[in-house]
């Protein structure tokens, strides 16, 4: 029988569409903004720290008054506040009125999330995982277009602003479709079968624990992972434009293009990895392999640049910073910690927020000296999420017993 939320999916992921244009439509505009907000790359990165620190400030708070109130009045608001920080952003006079823009884009993120994930959850209960992961793929199709708009604006010497009206012409028009959308009754808990279908159908035979996790180990690794994860690939996304237009010297429409690769990797590897991980490789090697294949990426572009490699590497680290890992490292914390699954992802998701606020404050202090730079403080971040994810896989061999099957 055809689910009957089906439409009603297809709303949250074109939320989830404008949100990957959300996320880099300040940094593919960065020379407009510039002028706009009499400032340099500097002003810009400290105005994109804002969308971390509004996503801080109401993390835990939008998820609580979802379980409460229900999933509509949080994606519906999602959208509205999203709408406000593009327009807000376009009429902002100075950089400290656009921060306050930044703080709001941020808040509308967490109440995007407050209502989405579950919301697809209860719609999709026998595919959890699946519902979930579609989030990133239409992220990643939102960093696709957004690229191919701004070299046609280039292109025509358009306005700027063309690129936020474009989002909120989007977000106006499902917010009011949202309100007709029927949602899953959100107080009705997911049976216990259910849960077990899911982990049978859809995920590899779960290790036994031998022994207690160790926090102050692997927990804290899990933590600073949490952070070097989503600086590796969040720094790249805002980053990789200027890199190539200032370093590597391409026009800059060609430059705005590395985020349409760098999309493309993440999609890819959103469908290869999704596989690999059901049937043949556990999460806890993903998350090692990936980090470590960002850095060898990261130091090739900085010491060799050249637009061939940036288009190169935008798809490669699309693929190996955006596609998963962070997600992946979330899974395996909970298999060191299942009793305990709410507070773990509420540890690790505010270390990853920490970084969305951070990584724009250090490298709009960089930007200052070098752009190639911010390319080589990646590599380093890459580098060290990959050596915490040795320690892991160290513990993990200790503490678990694992299952024989064909899986590594």
Not at 23 to 45: E, P, V
Not at 345 to 353: A, M, R, Y
Request: proline share 4%; net charge positive; aromatic share 14%.
């Amino acid at each position: 029988m055809k689910n009957k939320y089906i439409w009603t999916s297809i709303c949250l992921y074109m939320n989830y569409f404008v949100h990957g244009m959300g996320a880099i439509i300040l940094a593919q505009n960065m020379s407009y903004l510039t002028k706009q907000l009499n400032t340099d790359t500097a002003g810009i990165a400290f105005v994109i720290s804002g969308l971390g620190i509004g996503r801080l400030l109401v993390l835990f708070v939008m998820g609580t008054l979802s379980d409460k109130f229900g999933r509509k009045p949080f994606v519906f608001l999602g959208g509205l506040f999203y709408i406000g920080f593009l327009l807000g952003i376009l009429i902002s006079p100075s950089l400290q009125v656009a921060f306050i823009f930044a703080i709001l884009g941020g808040i509308a993120n967490s109440t995007l999330d407050a209502g989405t994930y579950p919301a697809l959850m209860e719609s999709f209960p026998k595919a959890t995982g699946t519902a979930s992961i579609l989030t990133k793929a239409a992220i990643a199709g939102g960093q696709f277009v957004l690229p191919i708009v701004m070299t046609i604006i280039i292109a025509t010497n358009a306005y700027y602003g063309w690129s936020f009206f474009f989002c909120i012409l989007i977000l106006a028009i499902n917010a009011l479709v949202v309100l007709k959308m029927k949602f899953p009754n959100h107080k009705q808990p997911i049976a216990d079968e259910v849960n077990d279908a899911v982990l049978a159908e859809d995920s590899l035979p779960l290790p036994k624990l031998k022994q207690k996790a160790n926090f102050w180990i692997e927990g804290v690794c899990f933590i600073i992972i949490g952070y070097t994860s989503t600086a590796t690939f969040y720094l790249v996304s805002i980053w990789l434009p200027k890199f190539s237009s200032s370093v590597a010297h391409m026009t800059e429409s060609a430059a705005a293009q590395t985020i349409s690769y760098y999309a493309i990797g993440t999609l890819a590897s959103v469908i290869l990895t999704s596989i690999l991980v059901k049937s043949w490789i556990r999460p806890v090697y993903v998350v090692f392999v990936y980090p470590m294949l960002s850095a060898i990426m990261l130091f090739v572009l900085y010491f060799f640049p050249s637009p061939i490699l940036c288009m190169i590497g935008g798809f490669i680290l699309g693929f190996t910073a955006a596609g998963g890992v962070l997600q992946l490292a979330l899974t395996t914390m909970a298999e060191f910690y299942p009793e305990g699954k709410g507070r773990v992802l509420g540890i690790f998701f505010t270390s990853s927020s920490l970084a969305t606020f951070s990584i724009p404050v250090f490298t709009g202090i960089i930007s200052k000296t070098s752009i190639a730079n911010i390319i080589l403080f990646d590599g380093f971040i890459a580098v060290i999420g990959a050596v915490l994810a040795l320690v892991i896989i160290a513990r993990y061999h200790k503490i678990f017993e694992l299952p024989k099957n064909k899986a590594y």
